[in-house]
């Protein structure tokens, strides 16, 4: 058998090389991990075929929004969270130093979210309804990743945003496709940030979200 069948490509070493948490965190996203494994077989949470590689593409994916969260953020919100990725993962990798607010509407995927928040004691809400029912919350950090395209994804996201809020949105090759777009209605700030966990992906960071007004007409 080679290395490649036996072991993972990456595993909680090479997380740990890279993301400099503590070994008390591993053993958390330890425990995520296989929580997941376990319920993936009655929920539909990951594509199947993730999971050989999970440490890479759902562990190591999250935790390297980590670094780019602004000091001092209280308030997080995860859009469209699913398994978690990446809010759940950044509550376990804070450590704490800020709440999680998980947005999910699928009832089934909220009851696993709130087993592995029970399992581990990160510091995460779970809200179990659409984006654009959510009100009356203002975020630090909105994070999401897989959730919609971007002239979907910035709906979603407006309300969210105040004058210091910062996006961090994980994507992929189609990235400046989905840009050219979004700038037909929206105004924004964006520098996209090459993804440390996916040679073909991107951290869009975000700031300055408004939508485009018309102009009035001349009287």
């Known amino acids: 058998m080679s290395h490649s069948e036996s072991t993972p490509a990456y595993g909680p070493l090479d997380f740990t090389r890279d993301s400099g948490v503590a070994r008390e ?5 330890s425990t995520y991990l296989d929580l997941l494994r376990d319920w993936n077989e009655r929920v539909n949470l990951v594509a199947e075929s ?4 999970a440490w890479r593409r759902h562990m190591w994916d999250s935790a390297q929004l980590a670094p780019l969260i602004p000091p001092g953020t209280k ?10 990725f990446p809010g759940l993962v950044l509550a376990i990798v804070l450590g704490g130093s800020a709440t ?9 995927k909220c009851r696993f979210l709130e087993a592995v928040i029970a399992a ?4 995460a809400q779970v809200h179990n309804t659409r984006a654009e029912d959510l009100k009356r919350l203002k975020a630090d950090v909105i994070t999401a990743r897989a959730v919609a395209p971007l002239d979907r994804l910035f709906p979603l996201a407006f309300p969210f945003f105040s004058e210091r809020t910062v996006a ?10 989905e840009l050219t777009v979004a ?17 073909s992906g991107f951290v869009l960071r975000v700031t300055g979200l408004t939508p485009w007004r018309k102009a009035p007409k001349p009287s």
């Open 75 to 84: 308030t997080i919100v995860d859009l469209g969270s699913g398994a978690g």
């Open 50 to 53: 993730t999971l050989a590689d």
């Open 183 to 199: 700038t037909k209605s929206w105004h924004f700030d964006a520098t996209p940030i090459p993804s440390r966990s996916d040679p």
């Open 120 to 123: 581990t004691g990160a510091k």
């Open 168 to 177: 961090l949105f994980l994507k992929g090759r189609s990235l400046n496709d």
């Open 100 to 108: 999680v607010h998980l947005v999910e509407s699928i009832q089934k």
């Open 25 to 29: 965190t591993v053993n958390h996203l």
